[in-house]
């Protein structure tokens, strides 16, 4: 079965500097791979998406991430954070075709300090 | 465009009552529907799938169930609700193929 291993419950960073978020997965076939993100008391928003495509996914709000096969790996990343990125970020992988079921890490939640 | 909603947002039940809550959605047909639970300090854990009128298929054992009366309504019911019952609820919609999820702004759910 697919799994989802997010590294860090916590990260803080300084409004200006790199974000970096960590996700490795674990599917025995080519999986779809997602990033979703999740303000307080609310529903989850697709930062980006990887579908065996483009191995460097640009998504939304200067996010992206790299899929590394080799690494079992798809990092996010954002070069300059800002006071508005502070939120859950929760990596998912999927490879049911038919039903888009979601397997989601446990999440990160990004603190950004001025 | 599509949209999702979710009632209510917020809900607080003594242990031993019902539950429904209800999520439908607009302008799509023959949505996949989803109920997805996210316990305090965990990730979100996949409830409840249905794939058409009537199809429920449960992802873990729980007290909890589903039903889906029409293509775009999806209800998440119990009969007596527990402490561990507590969490915010998600609901979201995907359409086949498409590769991505939709989701609505839950429910948070508080049982005392």
Redesign the interface.
Known sequence: AQSVT?LGSHVSVSEGALVLLRCNYSSSVPP?L?W?VQYP??????LL?Y?SAATLVKGINGFEAEFKKSETSFHLTKPSAHMSDAAEY?CAV?DD???????????TRLQVFP | SQTIH?WPATLVQPVGSPLSLECTVEGTSNP?L?W?RQAAG?????LF?S?GIGQISS?VPQNLSASRPQDRQFILSSKKLLLSDSG?Y?C?W?V???????????T?LTVV
């Not at chain 2, 086949?96 to 839950?106: C, R, V």
Request: proline letters at 0%; glycine letters at 12%.
């Open positions: 997010q779809y997602f979703y008391n609310q529903g989850l928003q697709l998406k579908t929760f999927s075709r038919y039903t888009d079921k979601l397997i989601f890490g446990t999440g | 979710q996949n989803y997805y965990r990730g979100l854990q996949l799938y794939v992802e915010f998600l979201a995907s086949l193929m498409n590769t991505e999820a939709f989701f609505g702004q839950g948070r």
